[in-house]
């Protein structure tokens, strides 16, 4: 008899501090939800659909004849296909890597110098209020990147296995937290990236506007930040690793809605 | 002209009558050095409301405080606050254990409902206080806590 | 010159919700940068909504405000097509008016 009234209070002890962690997360996700609308990041849209459209760099010209993949000056619905193969350049591009492309070919500005500009800085910056609205561009559709040519297939092989090469003073691969379900660090659930983690999650909700620091993070920063907490150099803005790890969250990501620019802790 | 009268602080009363005379175009001009700083610096409620020149508060089911029960950051907590007891004249959205209690006050015209929202810093989990200063003066407010996470990385 | 604010107003009725989300530090004065010295407070001290011309709403805003504020009211007897504006001015002076017409 004692045994089974300890076990019940065992029982009810866990149960009570189970339904408190559940509330918790159901704090945090009401909490989420209260700040969508109004999202910051909307402030970015409106500064990169302007930058599209302005007369800019040493040709005097606008991005408006950029092609990101769906034509010159197709800008919705790009967003979803990236990265993908660009034939004027011979190179899969991710979105920012294209608009560098686009903003040196149609504007005449130096795609090396923008690729060293900190994030957040000059020409970097202009970058990354692009990327947020063209992603908003294609708000709610679902990922679905093109992989008919072998360039694009073999970004999807080199991304595979830069997500699992750990490396670096702790031995971190992205695998190491994004390689399974149900994981989290503190209150952040960490979405497993081999495959698609859903609606508007990991691939699918950058670039996102961070209230912690009051920035607006863009895919490439996400990965540089990424690189950075595994105690491992970024690879460099537009590089090929950076690229080919977009690649694979994207094609995992194939029919996830795309809920970018989301706003983040 | 009495509502535009209502909105201007006590030491902003000469700027006062000359905006109900129509010689100043808006109000944030009228008030030039009208920003209150005694009330920002004040670290209760208490200091606060005295600055302004309030009277005592008391807690009211007319008023009411929204805003999440756990914030995943303290850099931005969405709070809205809202009476539905008539003649409100201000609207204060405040933290308690901020570093300096008052975050925001809102001067209500007749034109607008008395319910408003922002978003705050919260330094800390921290009760936050909505209060409703009264044309008679009155003062009432509601209070939630309002529990701060440090989110960890990634996300 | 400050970037534009993002103001939203929609008429549902006799009430219009207008939203506004504004580009702004808030920087609060309170922390100190990579080499140790304080970093300046430059925050929006008030800002003013109008209704076509006619002021309907001031408020004074401390450095707690969040960076890139945002702010919700609703103003009676506004229609679509009306205009409503909102102006902010920080402590450095600066300051920003945007409008937006009722939908």
């Given at each position: ?16 501090a ?7 997360a159901?704090g945090i996700?009401e ?5 969508e609308?109004?999202n910051?990041?909307e402030?970015?849209e409106a500064k ?9 760099g040493?040709k ?10 769906k034509g ?15 034939g ?13 492309s686009?903003?040196a070919?149609?504007q ?20 990354t ?7 908003s ?14 360039k ?6 080199l991304?595979k ?9 702790h031995?971190?691969a ?7 379900d149900?994981k ?6 960490l979405?497993?990236?081999?495959r ?7 691939f ?10 009051g920035?607006m993070?863009?895919m490439?920063?996400r990965?540089?930040d ?9 690879p ?11 690649t ?18 | 002209?009495?509502?535009r ?6 030491s ?5 009558l000359?905006?109900a ?17 005694a009330a ?6 208490a200091?606060?409301?005295?600055a ?10 007319d008023v009411?405080?929204t805003?999440?029960d756990?914030?995943?950051?303290g850099?931005v907590?969405p709070?809205?606050?809202a009476?539905?007891a ?5 609207l204060?959205v ?10 925001a ?7 607008v409902?008395a ?22 003066g ?6 939630k806590e ?10 | 010159m ?12 006799d ?8 580009s702004h ?6 922390r ?9 407070a ?5 800002v ?18 969040s ?5 919700q ?6 229609k ?10 920080d402590n450095?002076?600066?300051k920003r008016?945007?409008?937006?017409t009722?939908?």
């Amino acid at each position: 008899m004692k045994r089974i009234l300890l076990a019940g209070a065992l029982l009810a002890m866990a149960t009570g501090a189970m339904a408190q962690a559940r509330s918790a997360a159901e704090g945090i996700a009401e909490y989420r939800k209260m700040l969508e609308d109004g999202n910051p990041a909307e402030l970015y849209e409106a500064k990169g659909e302007a930058l599209w459209k302005q007369k800019r760099g040493p040709k005097n010209a606008s991005l408006e004849q950029c092609d990101l993949g769906k034509g010159a000056g197709v800008v919705k619905g790009v967003f979803v296909e990236l990265p993908r193969w660009f034939g004027d350049t011979k190179k899969v591009e991710d979105l920012e890597s294209r608009l560098v492309s686009c903003m040196a070919m149609l504007q005449g500005l130096d795609a090396a110098e923008i690729a060293k500009t900190p994030f957040g800085r000059g020409e970097q910056a202009n970058v990354t209020a692009l990327a947020t609205w063209i992603a908003s561009e294609s708000r709610g559709m679902r990922f679905n990147l093109p992989q008919s040519h072998p360039k694009e297939r073999l970004s999807y092989e080199l991304g595979k296995r830069a997500f699992f090469y750990r490396g670096g003073s702790h031995d971190f691969a992205c695998a190491s937290c994004h390689a399974e379900d149900g994981k989290r660090i503190r209150l952040q659930e960490l979405p497993n990236l081999t495959r698609n983690p859903g609606d508007g999650i990991g691939f699918a909700a950058w670039p996102a506007y961070r209230v912690s620091n009051g920035q607006m993070w863009s895919m490439q920063l996400r990965l540089n930040d990424c690189f950075r907490q595994q105690r491992f150099p970024y690879p460099g803005f537009g590089s090929d690793a950076t690229i080919a790890l977009g690649t694979y969250m994207g094609v995992n990501a194939k029919g996830a809605a795309s809920i970018a620019p989301a706003i983040k802790r | 002209m009495q509502t535009r009268r209502d909105l201007l602080s006590h030491s902003a009363r000469v700027a006062g009558l000359l905006a109900a005379a129509g010689l100043l175009p808006s109000l944030a001009l009228a008030q030039g050095g009208g920003w209150n700083k005694a009330a920002f610096d004040a670290k209760t409620l208490a200091e606060a409301l005295k600055a302004l020149g309030a009277g005592a508060p008391a807690e009211s089911k007319d008023v009411t405080i929204t805003g999440p029960d756990i914030a995943e950051n303290g850099a931005v907590v969405p709070i809205g606050a809202a009476t539905t007891a008539p003649g409100a004249r201000r609207l204060l959205v405040l933290v308690e254990k901020n570093p300096s209690a008052l975050a925001a006050m809102f001067e209500l015209s007749d034109a607008v409902e008395a319910s408003v929202s922002t978003r705050v810093k919260m330094g800390q989990s921290s009760n936050v206080y909505a209060v409703a200063v009264m044309g008679d003066g009155k003062v009432l407010y509601a209070q939630k806590e309002v529990k701060v996470t440090l989110g960890g990385c990634g996300g | 010159m400050a970037d534009p604010m993002r103001i939203r107003a929609q008429a549902a009725g006799d009430k219009t919700t207008v939203r506004v989300l504004m580009s702004h530090e808030m920087e609060t004065g309170q922390r100190k940068d990579a080499a140790g010295k304080t970093i300046p407070a430059w925050f929006i001290q008030e800002v003013t909504a109008q209704h076509n011309g006619k002021t309907v709403l001031t408020a004074q805003w401390g450095p707690a405000v969040s960076k890139n504020p945002f702010m919700q009211f609703v103003v009676r007897g506004a229609k679509a097509g009306d205009k409503i504006s909102v102006t902010w001015v920080d402590n450095r002076g600066e300051k920003r008016t945007d409008e937006a017409t009722v939908a």
